[in-house]
């Protein structure tokens, strides 16, 4: 029989009680998941308070847009899903921008939203921020998935992790209804209704036969070229994929966010010769990059009139075939499938034919000279070569500080410019081109990795997330943004003749952004020379203080839409 006290403490563990909000702290981490991107509010408040008294870091925004491209990165960047917090209806429709973008762009991301009540949101009675949520998000993201009980509170993130990790990567919704938070169930079974997802990202083995078919096709190429896109930098098997292009000799072109997966400046680098090898290339290689509007959907005038024949190795077999015919589908993921290839390239592989290896070299060569003197202006104000010129040092210099890059002008010419040197270092607006990733980019870049982050920024770019400074502020971040102020939209000097309203794609002439750190307490500048912002973006990474440049660029310097302005349709009417 057990004695009073032994009674009293058996009772005691029976009513041990765990509820909602707790349930959700452990689940997360239970799966290593640590930090939190969002904002406060009906119903999360406690969430986020309670999340931080358990030793999550909550990092809390101005608004959840910038929350979620912050978590759409952190998934890049560390491959566990980046989680974004947020209220209902429009904290949720905030967030979902920016679901959507990690959907396109293959990052692993969770959107968690508070949503209203079940019963009276179904009969539409008008709750508070009544919103069906999960219909709304189920088409922009890779799943969608509601808990109504606490004791689902594990599986529902467990299905959430796998589905957008696993696989090609992806953005996933949840929906936890305010009434869920405060549902109370026994500790012990609470415990037990956790899961820690085991193996979330499963290799993907590829077959054989397909690693044979792709060497047969590489190795009978006359002009090979391997393209690298940011699948193959997401994958984070750096050494393997840098030992299987220099086994192959061939020239490799890497896209926006792979630049740096291997150096820009190493000799087999076309990103110079960009146009050459895309057009003459006979067979290319595609590795973590699809086919889409970036590469012109592998056809017309950017590829040239030769035929061509294309290796594609990609985790999702419906990209095969997508634009044009894959003669050899490499389907796994990437570490698996190059490690594949390399074992199966054996101790020798030819090199591929010297007349094309010079072809490319010269090509790049007369670019990288064409451009060299234009980067050594000291004009002010500055044009963009100029300003680029020394931020491109700069990098050089820190080669592991982060790199965020948006706008047009801005973007375009930064991305020729400026040599990465390191995996993962370069990051910008992605599939879609979005302007509005820049501040939440440089916030996660900063937590997940605590290395330096310079964010090169377009006026207009800029002003999508720019509320954000005051969050850098507050955890005093190593962030050095420079606004590239060309007084406006890819030029300051639009005139709208027909009235007196400003044409559509100015701004105020000789805006102050560095006025707006100052105000939040961090350092402000004023660059009106390339020599001015070369000290202040190194004062400002040696300090590691909050810091906004203020860069004047000439504002007649860009041009439409940056690289492009063919995209824009044309009135067959005259232009008034
Ligand atoms: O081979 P060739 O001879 O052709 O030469 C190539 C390379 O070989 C060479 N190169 C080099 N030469 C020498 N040295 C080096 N190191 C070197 N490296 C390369 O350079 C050329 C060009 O190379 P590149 O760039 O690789 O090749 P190319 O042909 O340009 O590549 C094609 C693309 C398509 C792959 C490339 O251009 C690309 O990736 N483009 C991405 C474009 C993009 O996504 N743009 C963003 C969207 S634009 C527009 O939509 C904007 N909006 C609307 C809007 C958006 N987007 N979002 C939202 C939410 N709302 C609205 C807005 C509002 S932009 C914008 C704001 C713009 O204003 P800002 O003030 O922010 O910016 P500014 O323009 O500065 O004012
Ligand atoms: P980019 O814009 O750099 O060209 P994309 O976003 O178009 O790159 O393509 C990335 C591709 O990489 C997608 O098709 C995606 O399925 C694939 N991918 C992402 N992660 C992996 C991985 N670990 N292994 C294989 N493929 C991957
Ligand atoms: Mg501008």
């Keep these: 029989m ?12 029976q009513q041990e009680l765990t509820d909602g909000f707790h349930l959700v702290i452990d689940a997360l981490k239970l799966n290593g998941l640590n930090t939190v991107y969002g904002v406060p509010g009906i119903p999360i408040t406690d969430l986020g308070r309670m999340m931080q008294a358990e030793g999550i870091r909550v990092l809390s925004f101005r608004h959840e847009q910038n929350a979620g491209y912050a978590a759409a990165i952190a998934g890049f960047l560390t491959k566990k899903p980046g989680i974004c917090l947020t209220v209902s209806a429009p904290g949720f429709l905030n967030g979902l921008t920016a679901l959507a973008h990690a959907t396109t762009n293959c990052f692993p991301m969770i959107l968690v939203s508070g949503s209203s009540e079940r019963e009276i949101v179904d009969l539409q009675q008008g709750d508070y921020e009544e919103m069906d949520q999960l219909a709304v998000a189920k088409p922009l993201c890779k799943a969608a998935f509601r808990v109504l009980h ?17 696989g090609r990567p992806g953005g996933v919704y949840l ?3 305010a009434k869920l938070f405060g549902q109370v169930m026994n500790a012990e079974a609470g415990r037990k209704s956790l899961v820690k997802v085991i193996d979330p990202a499963p290799a993907q083995i590829p077959a054989p036969s397909a690693v044979k078919r792709a060497l047969d096709v590489l190795k009978s190429a006359k002009r090979p070229l391997i393209i690298l896109g940011k699948g193959a930098a997401y994958a984070q098997a750096d050494d393997a994929i840098r030992s299987f292009v220099e086994k192959s000799g061939a020239p490799f072109l890497p896209m926006s966010m792979a630049k740096g997966l291997l150096p820009d400046l190493h000799p087999q680098c076309a990103g110079a010769a960009r146009s050459t090898v895309l057009k003459d290339a006979d067979v290319v290689m595609l590795v973590g990059a699809r086919l889409n509007w970036l590469l012109s959907h592998g056809k017309g005038k950017t590829w040239g009139d030769q035929p061509k024949k294309f290796i594609q190795v990609d985790i999702e077999p419906r990209e095969m075939d997508s634009n044009v ?13 190059v490690a594949a290839l390399l074992d199966a390239m054996g101790g020798s592989w030819p090199a591929p034919p010297a007349d094309w290896l010079n072809s490319v070299k010269t090509k790049r060569d007369d670019n990288v000279a064409k451009m060299a003197p234009r980067l050594m202006n000291n004009n002010s104000p500055m044009d963009y070569h100029g300003a680029l010129g020394v931020l491109r040092t700069i990098i050089k210099e820190r080669p592991d500080a982060i790199l965020i890059n948006e706008g047009a002008n801005t973007l375009d010419l930064a991305r020729g410019v400026i040599d990465m040197h390191q995996p993962r270092k370069r990051l910008d607006v992605g599939t879609w081109g979005v302007m509005g990733v820049g501040m939440g980019s440089a916030i996660a870049a900063a937590v997940e990795t605590g290395k330096p982050v310079l964010a090169v920024e377009g006026d207009s770019a800029f002003g999508f ?7 850098i502020c507050r955890y005093n971040l190593p962030i050095c943004i420079v606004i590239f102020n060309n007084n406006g939209i890819y030029r300051g000097t639009d005139v709208n003749s027909a009235g007196a309203d400003p044409a559509t794609t100015v701004f105020v002439k000789g805006s102050r952004y560095d006025k707006m750190m100052e105000a939040f307490g961090g350092v402000g500048v004023n660059a009106t020379s390339p020599d001015e912002l070369k000290r202040a973006v190194n004062a400002a990474m040696d300090s590691g203080k909050p810091t906004l440049i203020n860069a004047v660029i000439d504002p007649a310097a860009g041009s439409e839409s940056g690289r492009i302005g063919n995209l824009n349709p044309q009135s067959v009417l005259k232009k008034k």
């Design 2 to 13: 057990l004695n009073t006290a032994t009674k009293n403490e058996a009772t005691d563990a």
């Design 150 to 166: 606490a004791a689902d509170i594990g599986i529902g993130f467990a299905r959430a992790i796998r589905a957008a990790v696993s």
């Design 175 to 177: 929906d936890l209804p």
């Design 325 to 337: 015919e894959i003669a050899a589908p490499l389907v796994g993921d990437i570490g698996s499938c």
């Design 465 to 471: 997330s720019g509320m954000e400074v005051e969050t």
